[in-house]
Structure formats: structure tokens, C-alpha cells
């Protein structure tokens, strides 16, 4: 009987060695929360910027770009539409994972009027991204 319960505890031991890697590596991605806000949306998305050769134009949509870790290969998506206050998305992302986000006002024509980029690690939190109006002619960024 006691021969029996080694082999049982043994065999335990075993399927618990072999079954943590497999867990562990099956673990689910962690997010990345942004959300970007648009300081004063009346007067920012009412603004006149000036795009490719001087032509004024306005802000049609925010939209977010990023890549994880060393990957080269890039996602965006729009962030926030014309009018807006605000937008969020969750990029899936491993915790601790760094990340390059690029955030840029583009006009009608897809011209991008500014741009701010910057990295940041996977941490768990929200991350806040603040677009000011412009005291110049591009818009400007802020993360708080």
C-alpha cells in the first residue's frame, strides 16, 4: 500500500512539473489602456492648421499608431472622430512589454497637421494622452 501511495505522489509531482510550464505559457496577453482627450474640443477641432504647402485646413480625426517590443510591424486606428472629447483603446500587449505609440492629427485628406510619439512600458495602467490647441500651428501633446 505504501509502494502504491509513492507512486501516486509521484505521479502527481510529475503531471504538476510538466503541466506549470504549459500554464504558464498559455497565460492570456496583458493590455495597454490609452485614451486620448482633446483639450477644449470647440476650439481645437475649429481650428485652422496648415498642411502640406501652406494650405490652411482643419483637424478631422486623432488616430494612434503603435508596434510592440522590436516589432516593426505597425496598427493604427482611429482614436478620436471630429467633435469628440475623447477616445480610448486597449492594445493587447503583454505586461512589461514596451511600446511605441505615435499620436497624430490628420486632416480630410489624411495629411497629418502633428504628431508626437514616445515609448512607454506595459505597466497595467491607463495611460492619458492630453491634444491641446495649438498656441503655433501644429497641434500639441501632453501625457499625464
Not at 510529475?14 to 504549459?22: F, R, S
Not at 477644449?40 to 508596434?67: G, H, Q, R, V
Not at 490628420?106 to 502633428?114: A, F, M, P
Request: with cysteine; net charge neutral.
Amino acid at each position: 500500500m505504501n509502494q502504491f501511495k509513492q507512486a501516486l505522489l509521484s505521479l502527481c509531482f510529475v503531471l504538476l512539473l510538466v503541466a506549470a510550464p504549459v500554464h504558464m505559457a498559455a497565460a492570456a496577453p496583458g493590455n495597454l489602456p490609452v485614451e486620448v482627450v482633446v483639450d477644449d474640443p470647440s476650439t481645437f477641432w475649429a481650428c485652422t492648421y496648415y498642411a502640406k504647402e501652406n494650405m490652411p485646413t482643419t483637424a478631422s480625426e486623432i488616430k494612434l499608431e503603435w508596434s510592440a517590443g522590436n516589432s516593426s510591424k505597425t496598427q493604427r486606428e482611429t482614436i478620436v472622430l471630429k467633435g469628440k472629447e475623447s477616445g480610448k483603446l486597449s492594445i493587447p500587449v503583454e505586461k512589461g512589454t514596451l511600446v511605441n505609440l505615435q499620436v497624430f492629427v490628420v486632416n480630410t485628406k489624411n495629411e497629418k497637421l502633428g504628431a508626437w510619439s514616445l515609448q512607454l512600458l506595459n505597466n497595467g495602467k491607463t495611460e492619458v494622452i492630453r491634444v491641446f490647441s495649438p498656441e503655433t500651428v501644429q497641434p500639441e501633446f501632453n501625457r499625464d
